[in-house]
């Protein structure tokens, strides 16, 4: 039996933003943090501005990946103002079925631990 897809682009960017909120803010302080949304029907963007003055940028799009399966592509790169490359810190590609919310939901939680978040 064939899954089918459940899971949206916008899903997949209000789950990341979710998560990122929830684990930032598990302490209960204000981390003084900048966070801007951006969304299209191709991609869902999070930037968030951090007290040193660096962004971490969160891109995710459909991607198929190389066995040809549809996939949503999440990239993490941190950047300083002015470099438009950044450093590309984390990626996963996560299936478009609903049982990627975990898969998701511990990726997310391990590149914010590699900040020390």
Do not use: C, W
């Not at 963007?45 to 971490?56: A, F, G, H, P």
């Amino acid at each position: 039996m064939e899954k089918t897809v459940n899971l949206s682009l916008r899903d997949v960017g209000d789950l990341i933003f979710r998560i990122t909120q929830r684990y930032l803010f598990r302490k209960n302080e204000d981390l003084g943090l900048d966070v801007t949304l951006q969304t299209s029907p191709l991609q869902e963007t999070m930037i968030l501005r951090l007290l040193d003055e660096t962004r971490l940028l969160v891109k995710t799009f459909p991607h198929k990946n190389y066995s040809n399966e549809l996939v949503y592509r999440i990239e993490v790169y941190k950047t300083r103002e002015g470099d438009m490359r950044g450093n590309k810190i984390a990626f996963l590609e996560a299936s478009q079925h609903d049982g990627a919310v975990d898969e998701i939901h511990r990726f997310v939680q391990s590149y914010l631990a590699q900040l020390g978040f």
